[in-house]
C-alpha cells in the first residue's frame, strides 16, 4: 500500500526548467521507509490493539502499566453496547491506576497513556 505509492516517485519529482529532462535519479526514493522496524528504541510506544471481547482488555492493558500509550480499536465490539460499557470502564480503571489519560477518538478508536501523557482534546485545523 505505501510501498506501491511511494515506488511510483511521480509524485516527488523535482521541478522542471523548459526544456530539461529528469533523470530516474531525481526522484526521492523513500522505500526504505516503508519497512517494518524490529527493536524499535524508545522509552515510549504507541501500541496499537483490537479487542473483540471483554476478556482481551486484561491482555492488552499490561502495556500502559508498562509505560506505552495504547491506542485500542474498539470498531469490533461497536455495536454491543454492554461490552463497550464495560471495557470503557476497565480502560478508565487503568488510565485512573497510572495516573494516566483516557480519550475517546471517534467512534472507532479509545487512546490510554500512562502517568506524565496527556491526551489535547482539541482537533488541529489548519485553515
Request: a negative charge; proline letters at 2%.
Amino acid at each position: 500500500m505505501i510501498g506501491d505509492f511511494i515506488k511510483k516517485k511521480t509524485h516527488f519529482k523535482k521541478k522542471r526548467r523548459k526544456g530539461s529532462k529528469l533523470d530516474s535519479e531525481e526522484y526521492i526514493d523513500l522505500t526504505h521507509l516503508a519497512e517494518e522496524k524490529e527493536g524499535i528504541e524508545a522509552d515510549t510506544l504507541i501500541k496499537i490493539a483490537e479487542v473483540h471481547r471483554y476478556e482481551d482488555v486484561r491482555e492488552i492493558t499490561e502495556e500502559v502499566y508498562d509505560g506505552n500509550i495504547l491506542l485500542v480499536d474498539i470498531e469490533a465490539i461497536a455495536g454491543n453496547e454492554e461490552v463497550m460499557t464495560r471495557i470503557q470502564n476497565e480502560l478508565k480503571a487503568v488510565a485512573s491506576d497510572v495516573s494516566g489519560d483516557i480519550a475517546g477518538i471517534g467512534n472507532k478508536y479509545i487512546a490510554v497513556t500512562p502517568s506524565d501523557i496527556g491526551i489535547d482534546r482539541n482537533k488541529i485545523k489548519p485553515f
